[in-house]
């Protein structure tokens, strides 16, 4: 089981390395949008310096969103996902294993982009661990939610919209939470408590999550 | 009458809240029994494909 | 324990009777109820002491806004059984429940708009409640659209059923989020429910209301679960004795 | 001993089959043939677990596949219409991921085994390149080469013999011939004759739906 | 060659709303998208008025691309894009159908909905007119940019998936004129030097991009 | 008149198939046969143009196709390996589109036209049924109707009859005997025989390169 687990990890690694395009996207949206903000609002810092928490969580809410999509999608396609379903193994560890190499090509990257990002926002350098622990946590989360989305609209016409329906409403507590976190980073006060609530959440959707992949899964390769 | 109509002052937001809410509940009942037909006249058909079917 | 009556609820035909019958029992309380609560709102009623005549909203906010609550809480159970005990009915019950649910949701965001403009002279703020409200609109249109996207009706019925329990889960923690978020900001909750207590001849009207709404959803629910009841049955025997 | 009993399986709302029975024993194969549409596909889909039955069930060795569905599926492999392989992946690299995949390991090394079955399919020098570029019959190729190489008992195969030369199609009758031979069961769906012993490979025949 | 265009036309419109409900889905997509922004930043309408341009513009931006990725890669996948390409008619028509059945899609519900959304954000009726108009042109724009986008990311060469992500970047000029016009128009002072520009190079896209689109798709097909 | 003068065709660095001649004249078919990776959809898409020859040309009534392309491309339906259908529209929507992409319209109105090829290929009975929901060789039978609707001349056939039952087949050879008849050019690549008279249908044997 392990050992299946890492071999899709592995798999979904390796291809994307094959076809950087759709691992860059992600990143080059949330790059554009966070730009985006200072050129239409103001460029002082310290105004900024207050959107810049919301920005950033917004930025990758929406950019780990749009990579969701094609998540379980082409396995879907080329008969692969199939072969998942029947290779005899506890269906919620594979998935489990294809949220995790989402997570590391979606998640892990944007959380390191976003110091740089921050910066550009005026975000002071103290703040940055903070910001790197609370985007950390909180993107699992949304690779695990989003994932749910991804397996219920398998297969689904224009997926990407009823997808980003269905999963954005269900990220609320992280995007508060997070966002919160972030705030209290560039005011330099405590976090503890907003990452305590992220983890929490996290540990809630590596949970849970799994389970209604396998699930939906399950339900739509019939 | 007219008073009541006017509802001091608050006419113009009351009334379209109560139209809005009423509607709703019409709607409710209109499209539940809608479906409801729709849903008969269906299974006939099939009954009916049934009979001649294979 | 017994579970016959369990099984009795699964089968398609007994369903399809039952709410035939219950259906008129729904349907007469919740009209007198809520036709009498109305005369008791618009007219008994006296205008409130700071709000005047506005306050008479209530009487069609506040029930839409619980029963979108209620409706949401009764689809998602009924999904879960569905999903659980694979009881077609299950699902057909919930299948029912969206369309109701997100129109009385919608209901309570317009006229609790509608008050707002008067009250705090904006038809829109970001206060907890009201995002809470609109989140749940969402996870009804997310359902709605879930289910209208699948051809198939067992997928449909499951998938959206992962779906509703999903959403379920997270319910709870949203309306937490959002609390939190808002106190964080210092902005204290504009609707504030622990008003003075409303004298009876307000409150009356208030709760037939609420009454008078929970019978009216069961009554419409009724039909509409007939009507799903048929289309998940492919044309079985008791089918005919009943269509023709 | 592979059976099913009094199987009914709807598409849709389309009744495909009904009270289908039938029971492949060990080193015997079943050939479903039928026209197109008649529901081999659905069959087989239904065999592997991808469908549900709405009546009947299927059993192997006596007992109810839903009851151990993981120990079920690994006992066989399902071969469908598309060859289930990564476009962006080597041949190596799709059947190496098949095995890790199915927790199998062949004795003697994955490597060899790999360079043994794509050798068997015909396919030896196509092992390195990526699957993307590979033609129509290739692919297959690749994907009986992963076929041979799962330990699996009984093999589901959905036109086994489709965009494959003549060569290609020896390859499969010979490797069922072994896999029967073997003491495995293999029921496959096709509109070619797979050119085995009808002793040894009865028909089921499905009546058309349209 | 117009018929085949139209057909092209309602073919994708047909596919896209094939149930009735579908049409409204981006309607409360968007609705979701602006939601997040409060919650990541503040209820406080008076601070979210200054945000709202960026808002807007960043989810005309994640509707496009979120919905073109898939815009041609249905059509290679299931083999009707050849039927496209050689249907002896001009590519680049087809093209131009194929990217307004995506306004259509995504643009227009936009724009109609920027108004109620609007509102949320805190923003004047009497800015209304200035963002419908910006927003109308400028997603055009974005429609016809990110379809080159699409187009070249489905060249199976790994050039041609970078070179797709390069198209990003090209959005930028209409997001800042965009987001400024929606600025002005918040505030209330003229924007029509922002809408010229708009214009602009919404003509420059509507000219340019279908051909750029065909050549890309007739390299991608090899 | 169809010919392939000289053509040379490469797939990534590998050479598939070069200096290839022949000349297909009107009423008559050429049966491209080879082993899998021989070359045989590499050819069609080269005279379909979707692949550019690294040397030589194809000419059609002696012109270079280049030169002409869009009338051309009237002149050919080009059928591959997979249907073009859209799985989300039914077959009825699917012929549709077809005939207006390419701005045929058939005497007698396209409603009765579709009608009679969808009855052609025995699929009548699937027409409003969403394609999504019709098995494999139903798709391809829709496909096949396709074919029939369009007015083209010229047939470029990748294994016309995979996933085909017999009745199937013996659509497709009857729809290519009547395309032949009525002065067409059909270049097909089998690996079934298409069952056609050797002297119509000559056989292209490509050599194998894997
Ligand atoms: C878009 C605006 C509004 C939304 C979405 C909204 C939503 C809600 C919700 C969710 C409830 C809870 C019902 C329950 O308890 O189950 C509620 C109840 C209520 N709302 Fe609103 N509301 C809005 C505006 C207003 C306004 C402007 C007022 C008055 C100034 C108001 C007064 C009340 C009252 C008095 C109740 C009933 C008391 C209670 O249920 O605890 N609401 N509304
Ligand atoms: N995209 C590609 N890149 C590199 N090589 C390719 C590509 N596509 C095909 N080839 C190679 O070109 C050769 C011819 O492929 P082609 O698909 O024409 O064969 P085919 O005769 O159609 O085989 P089959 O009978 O399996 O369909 C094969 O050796 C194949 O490996
Ligand atoms: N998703 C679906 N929804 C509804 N009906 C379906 C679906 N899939 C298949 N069918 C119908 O079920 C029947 C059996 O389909 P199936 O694919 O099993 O046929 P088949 O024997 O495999 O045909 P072929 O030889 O073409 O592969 C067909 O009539 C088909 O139209
Ligand atoms: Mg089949
Ligand atoms: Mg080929």
């Known amino acids: 089981m392990i050992g299946a687990a890492l071999a899709v990890l592995v798999r979904d690694l390796r291809l994307a390395l094959r076809r950087p395009g759709q691992v860059l996207q992600p990143l080059a949206f949330f790059a554009v949008v966070t730009v985006l903000f200072p050129l239409g609002y103001t460029p002082e810092l310290d105004k900024l310096r207050q959107i810049a928490p919301g920005v950033l969580w917004v930025a990758a809410l929406l950019a780990s969103l749009l990579s969701l999509e094609s998540l379980f999608r082409e396995d879907a396609q080329d008969g692969t996902l199939e072969q998942i379903l029947l290779a005899g193994q506890p269906l919620a560890a594979l998935a489990l294993a294809k949220t995790a190499a989402h997570w590391l090509l979606t998640g892990l990257p944007l959380t390191l982009m976003a110091p740089v990002l921050g910066i550009a926002l005026g975000v002071p350098g103290s703040a940055m661990p903070g910001i790197l622990s609370s985007l950390a946590l909180g993107t699992v989360t949304l690779s695990l939610v989003g994932a749910v989305g991804a397996a219920l609209t398998l297969g689904v016409r224009r997926g990407g919209v009823l997808l980003g329906l269905l999963t954005l409403p269900l990220t609320v507590p992280t995007l508060v939470f997070g966002a919160r976190a972030t705030e209290l980073a560039i005011a330099g006060e405590g976090l503890s408590g907003a990452l305590y609530l992220l983890a929490a959440l996290a540990v809630l959707a590596v949970t849970l999550a799994p389970l209604a992949v396998a699930a939906a899964l399950r339900i739509g390769s019939e | 009458m007219s008073e009541f109509f006017h509802m001091g002052g608050y006419a113009a937001y009351l009334w379209p809240a109560y139209l809005l809410t009423f509607a709703v509940l019409g709607w409710n009942v209109l499209s539940a029994r809608r479906a409801l037909r729709e849903a008969r006249a269906e299974a006939r058909r099939r009954l009916a494909d049934r009979e001649d079917g294979p | ?244 | 001993m592979l059976e099913a009993i009094d199987l009914t399986v709807h598409r849709g709302d389309r009744r495909v089959f009904a009270g289908l029975r039938f029971a492949v024993s060990a080193g015997h194969c079943l050939q479903v043939v039928g026209d197109n549409g008649a529901g081999k596909t659905t069959l087989l889909r239904t065999l592997a677990g991808l469908l549900e039955p709405d009546e009947g069930e299927v059993r192997w060795n006596g007992q109810r596949v839903e009851t151990r569905a993981l120990e079920f599926q690994r006992e066989f492999v399902y071969l469908g219409h598309q060859p289930p392989l990564k476009d962006d992946l080597t041949g190596r690299e799709n059947l190496r991921f098949g095995l890790a995949l199915r927790g199998t390991a062949p004795s003697g090394g994955t490597g060899r085994a790999i360079d043994g079955a794509l050798a068997e399919v015909g396919a030896a020098a196509l092992g390195d390149r990526l699957v993307r570029s590979l033609s129509t019959g290739q692919r297959r190729r690749i994907a009986l080469a992963a076929l041979r190489l799962t330990a699996a008992r009984i093999w589901l195969l959905d036109e086994p013999v489709t965009n494959l030369d003549a060569a290609g199609q020896a390859v499969v009758a010979s490797m069922v011939a072994s896999q029967l031979d073997a003491g495995g069961i293999v029921v496959a769906a096709t509109h070619q004759d797979l050119g085995l012993a009808p002793a040894r490979c009865p028909q089921l025949v499905l009546g058309r739906r349209a």
């Open chain 3, 1 to 244: 324990m017994d579970w016959t009556w369990f099984h009795k609820f699964g089968s398609p035909p007994h369903v399809y009777r039952l709410a035939g019958t219950l259906t008129p029992w729904f349907a007469w309380p919740a009209g007198i109820l809520i036709v009498s609560a109305l005369y008791g709102g618009l007219v008994l009623a006296p205008p409130d002491y700071q709000q005047g005549d506005g306050f008479r909203i209530i009487y069609v906010h506040a029930p839409s806004a619980w029963l979108s609550t209620m409706v949401y809480a009764v689809m998602a159970t009924a999904a879960a059984v569905g999903l659980i005990w694979r009881m077609k009915v299950a699902h057909a019950v919930a299948a029912s429940c969206a369309g109701i649910g997100a129109s009385f949701t919608a209901a309570s965001l317009v006229t609790g708009m509608l008050w707002g403009e008067p009250m705090w002279g904006t038809w829109w703020v970001w206060d907890p409640r009201l995002v809470a409200q609109l989140v749940l609109l969402f996870l009804f249109l997310g359902y709605i659209g879930l289910r209208s996207a699948i051809d198939d009706l067992g997928r449909a019925d499951r998938a959206s059923a992962v779906l509703a329990i999903v959403g379920v889960v997270n319910l709870p923690i949203i309306r937490y989020s959002v609390e939190w978020w808002n106190s964080i900001h210092q902005t204290p909750s504009v609707m504030k429910m622990d008003r003075p207590s409303m004298p009876m001849d307000m409150l009356a009207p208030l709760l037939m209301m609420l009454l008078g709404f929970t019978l009216f959803f069961g009554a419409v629910l009724l039909v509409r679960l007939r009507a799903e009841v048929l289309r998940r049955e492919r044309g079985a025997a008791w089918v005919k004795e009943v269509v023709s």
